[in-house]
T-cell receptor
Framework: QKEVEQDPGPLSVPEGAIVSLNCTYS??????FMWYRQYSRKGPELLMY????GNKEDGRFTAQVDKSSKYISLFIRDSQPSDSATYLC???????????FGQGTRLTINP | DGGITQSPKYLFRKEGQNVTLSCEQN?????MYWYRQDPGQGLRLIYY???????QKGDIAEGYSVSREKKESFPLTVTSAQKNPTAFYLC?????????????FGAGSRLTVL
């Protein structure tokens, strides 16, 4: 079993839809939870960063962490074609230099 | 602008040849990393370095080598011992201490073995 599981998709939705992307994990020591966005043939860029359980909102994006269920989510409201990318979840432990990444979900927003 | 520069963007190699991928950063970050990305497998850590002249193996270090002679530079050599080297290679950097989990990535280098 992988330490972090993420549905690779692909996921295709119409413009304006609410998108939900999810990751589950097995290591209860994870404290930091991140979402990276990666456009085709580019490097990933940090989208959201959360510490421990709870919600964090940034514009149309909301990151949710449920440590009791070992489950994190990224919600995208009013999705736009420019949101079409691969979304990677990543997790880390304080004091440890390594991150563990999910497989990435390829998302397409259709105009 | 501060960032990470990877070169070359595309590289073709014949079997049995070693190739070196360049990674340079001007962010003044102490830590640097090399990841490999394959379709459906996410990012896997090859090597990382927290300080000049020191580096640690990641999860898939076999067939790769690195050096860290300068803080700004962390080149990766893909040796002929790497059995399946065709992949997208990503270099990243971060600060040490609080915030160390936040990585800044380069644009990547795509290696194809012919």
């Amino acid at each position: 079993q992988k330490e972090v599981e993420q549905d690779p998709g692909p996921l295709s939705v119409p413009e304006g839809a609410i998108v939900s992307l999810n990751c589950t994990y097995s290591n209860s020591a994870f404290q930091y939870f991140m979402w990276y966005r990666q456009y085709s043939r580019k490097g990933p860029e940090l989208l959201m960063y959360t510490y421990s359980s709870g919600n964090k909102e940034d514009g149309r994006f909301t990151a949710q962490v449920d440590k009791s269920s070992k489950y994190i989510s990224l919600f995208i409201r009013d999705s736009q074609p420019s949101d079409s990318a691969t979304y990677l979840c990543a997790m880390g432990i304080q004091g440890a230099q390594k991150l563990v990444f999910g497989q990435g979900t390829r998302l397409t927003i259709n105009p | 602008d501060g960032g990470i520069t990877q070169s070359p963007k595309y590289l073709f190699r014949k079997e049995g040849q070693n190739v070196t991928l360049s990674c340079e950063q001007n962010l003044n970050h102490d830590a640097m990393y090399w990841y490999r990305q394959d379709p459906g497998q996410g990012l896997r850590l090859i090597y990382y370095s927290q300080i000049v002249n020191d580096f640690q193996k990641g999860d898939i270090a076999e067939g790769y080598s690195v050096s860290r002679e300068k803080k700004e530079s962390f080149p990766l050599t893909v040796t002929s011992a790497q059995k399946n080297p065709t992949a997208f290679y990503l270099c990243a950097s971060s600060i040490m201490g609080p915030g160390a989990n936040v990585l800044t990535f380069g644009a990547g280098s795509r290696l194809t073995v012919l």
